[in-house]
Every structure is written in structure tokens, then in C-alpha cells.
């Protein structure tokens, strides 16, 4: 994957419904060179599909945090699938490091998240959260 089809990965994040045609005209290069680095791409399965992005409306803002968990090795499926049955934990990343998953957790007020915190600390096998508020996206290619 050389810099060109990196830009174009770019331009299909920010919107996966542009058309060849308008992804080369920002890019400068020839349609033809998109739709063949397009098609290549997904062949060699760097691009493995398209999605919809949804917004949130006026009337339901979004608080969000991250969570850091530190756990027991031996528990760590266990917890998982805990952690699957609350539907604020929009994702869960095992990491390296001091603690060992990474949430990213949503809800309307920031009480409700508190609760949830809560309960996250008390799942057998957790031994210590860190919380952190997030205040914006500054890059959010997801």
C-alpha cells in the first residue's frame, strides 16, 4: 500500500459513497487509477466493505467515555462476554500495558454512564478501572 491508495482509503472514510470520479478530481489523478487501486484493494482484502456512519439527533446527545480495565488473565473471556450484555460498551479492545481492555462506552447523561462504571467494577475477576471523559473527536475515521 503505497501513499495514493492511502489517500484514497482516506477519501472513501470520510465518505464511502463518493464516486471514482470525484475521489480522483480531489486526489488529481484519473478516475481509471482510483476504480483499478479501488478494486485491487479490495481483492488483496485491505478493503473488506462499506458501512453507514449514523449520526445522533438534536434530541438524544451522547456522552461518551473511555474505560480502562485491569483483569484477571483467567477471567478475561469470562468478562468479555459480560461486558457484551450492556449495550453502552460500543467497544471493548485488549490491550498491552497496564491494564489489559480498553471500552469506549455511550449514553445520553453522563449519570447513566456513571452507573455503568459502577457495575464494570464490581464483574468479578475486574480489579481496577480508569475513566476518562471524552470531550470531542478530533480524527474519527470509523
Known amino acids: 500500500m503505497d501513499q495514493l491508495d492511502r489517500r484514497i482509503i482516506a477519501a472513501l472514510q470520510a465518505n464511502a459513497r463518493a464516486s471514482t470520479t470525484q475521489i480522483a478530481t480531489t486526489l488529481g489523478v484519473a478516475r481509471t487509477t482510483v476504480h483499478e487501486r479501488i478494486n485491487r484493494m479490495e481483492q488483496r482484502g485491505l478493503i473488506e466493505g462499506y458501512s453507514v456512519r ?20 483467567k477471567e478475561t473471556s469470562r468478562i ?14 485488549s ?29 468479578p475477576g475486574v480489579l ?4 476518562s471523559v471524552v470531550f470531542g473527536r478530533r480524527i474519527d475515521r470509523n
Open 54 to 73: 449514523l449520526g445522533s439527533t438534536e434530541d438524544t446527545p451522547k456522552v461518551q467515555v473511555i474505560v480502562m480495565l485491569e483483569v484477571q488473565q
Open 80 to 93: 468479555i462476554k459480560r461486558l457484551e450484555a450492556y449495550p453502552e460498551v460500543k467497544l471493548c479492545l
Open 95 to 123: 490491550i498491552n500495558g497496564e491494564f489489559d481492555l480498553m471500552l469506549s462506552a455511550e449514553a445520553p447523561r453522563l449519570e447513566d454512564l456513571d452507573i455503568l462504571v459502577d457495575d464494570l467494577a464490581k464483574i
Open 128 to 131: 481496577r478501572t480508569n475513566t
